[in-house]
Nanobody, 116 residues
Framework: VQLVESGGGLVQAGGSLRLSCVAS????????VGWYRQAPGKEREGVSC????????YNRDSVKGRFTTTRDNAKNTVDLQMNSLKPEDTGVYYC??????????WGKGILVTVSS
């Protein structure tokens, strides 16, 4: 199983970034997929998790209206579009997949830094 993230980097507050994740090694359509993040010095937290049919199973309150999670089952990809970024969104973002709630497989993570 592999989950490989891309698209991270440095952005100013108020800006946008789009993260992408390509999955392999499991039947993508059968799994929930989404994103977690870990800010410096803090525990990992869930950002979002969507079903095979693009239904949100979880969407963190602090990102609602700013972040959008989408998947392409034909390409085995899940994206995280992040708008109106804030310094508190800074952290390592992890792509995740799971049979129930994005809990089984993880990518290595990618750094997102939002400057004030």
């Amino acid at each position: 199983v592999q989950l490989v993230e891309s698209g991270g980097g440095l952005v100013q507050a108020g800006g946008s970034l789009r993260l992408s994740c390509v999955a392999s090694g499991f039947v993508f359509d059968d799994y929930t997929v989404g994103w977690y993040r870990q800010a410096p010095g803090k525990e990992r937290e869930g950002v979002s998790c969507i079903s095979s049919g693009d239904e949100y199973l979880y969407n963190r309150d602090s990102v609602k209206g700013r972040f959008t999670t989408t998947r392409d089952n034909a390409k085995n990809t899940v994206d995280l579009q992040m708008n109106s970024l804030k310094p508190e969104d800074t952290g390592v973002y992890y792509c995740a997949a799971g049979s129930i709630l994005c809990e089984d497989y993880w990518g290595k993570g990618i750094l997102v830094t939002v400057s004030s």
